[in-house]
């Protein structure tokens, strides 16, 4: 049998794609080592920019107002972002992290001392009768209580203390947000113009449309849903702080979380409701309840003013991103997760609307 021998021009094209491969392999492996880099950043540089993009109409009002000088005009921005976001957000998480402390440290010295409950307790609907049993246990008996509930005492001090180390680390992340929206406020005309170059080479003519649709459901989640929830979730922990509620951080958060996925804050406050009746007089019972209700359907009337014209995104676009953000990457995701799918969806349906021939991309309309 005769043996088959390579021709010159195979040899030179069989080195022609092992040349190619391994040049292809060394960019890939330099493009991952960048991507493990940088990978830590995305999320707090994301958020900054999404920030950026929301207020970044004030910020020309604001420029315009100071003579044309920018880099004041960010300054004066991030500061009062700062002041507005931070410092209630701080005041929550002390809260939070204090009480989980507090617990954490009178659990291990078998120290904690509770209340016992008011008779009104075995009025609750359904519980009435368990919980006025077991909150008495753990007033007369911390101990036995402790034994006797042990897994789901484990299992709530557990989470408590988790989600306290997360609210944490979601407060840093949003400081570095901040500090990075306004280094974009600066430059971002030039991000713009930049963004709108990459687009016109993916989508030719709609490049610019496209970019500019995109900032404006950006504007439109981040003001009229993120802005909303946030708004919701300060006043409600306002409230609650007053009040004298435990874990008023933890509650907050939950209002935060569940006014992003567009379900009702009085979810939450309800329950607190009640327990606010068995443990205050009536008179500041009746307020944190009145005061509860107004949060609760504050979104009706805030929407129409933050939300932007036009910006039809199903409700579960945004549910499906926000919890998909916050499972991906925490408080944090939360928010960048529900904007993010909101402006895929909407670019998707812009798309759709061009290949059929049905629709023009139109910003904000």
Request: charged fraction near 10%; proline fraction near 5%.
């Amino acid at each position: 049998m005769d043996s088959v021998t390579e021709s010159p021009d195979d040899r030179q094209y069989h080195a022609r794609i092992m040349d190619a491969a391994i040049r292809i392999s060394l960019l890939a492996l330099l493009v991952l080592w960048c991507f493990n880099i940088i990978k830590p950043f995305i999320m707090p540089v994301l958020w900054g920019a999404i920030m950026a993009v929301a207020i970044y109409p004030l910020f020309t009002m604001a420029q315009t107002r100071l003579g044309g000088r920018q880099k004041l005009a960010a300054t004066l921005i991030t500061l009062v972002a700062l002041a507005i976001l931070i410092i209630p957000a701080v005041m929550l998480s002390s809260s939070l992290v204090d009480g989980s402390q507090t617990l954490s440290a009178e659990l291990e010295a078998g120290t904690l001392s509770v209340p016992p409950p008011a008779d009104k307790v075995r009025e609750w609907p359904l519980i009435g009768e368990q919980a006025h049993r077991a909150w008495t246990l753990f007033s007369e008996n911390t101990g036995a209580a402790l034994q006797e509930y042990k897994p789901q005492v484990e299992a709530v001090v557990g989470w408590v203390i988790g989600a306290a180390a997360g609210v944490g680390k979601g407060v840093l992340l949003f400081l570095v947000s901040i500090l990075i929206a306004g280094a974009f406020l600066v430059y971002g005309q030039s991000g713009s113009q930049a963004l709108e170059t990459v687009a016109a080479r993916i989508l030719k003519d709609d490049g610019k449309e496209f970019v500019d649709l995109a900032g404006a459901t950006i504007r439109s989640v981040a003001q009229g849903v993120l802005g909303v929830a946030v708004i919701q979730a300060i006043l409600a922990g306002v409230g609650l702080m007053l009040v004298g509620v435990p874990y008023a951080g933890l509650w907050a958060l939950l209002v935060l979380l569940l006014a992003i996925i567009q379900l009702p804050p009085i979810i939450i406050l309800g329950p607190i409701i009640i327990y606010v009746f068995s443990v205050e007089t009536t008179v500041p019972a009746v307020l944190f309840m009145i005061w509860s209700l107004i949060v609760s359907a504050s979104d009706a009337f805030l929407k129409p003013l933050f939300l932007g014209r036009g910006m039809d995104i199903p409700m579960l676009v945004i549910l499906l991103g926000a919890i998909g953000g916050m499972i991906l990457s925490g408080i944090i995701g939360l928010f960048v997760g529900a904007v993010v799918l909101a402006v895929g969806y909407t670019l998707f349906v812009a798309w759709l609307g061009q290949e059929d021939g049905s629709s023009k991309v139109v910003a904000g309309e």
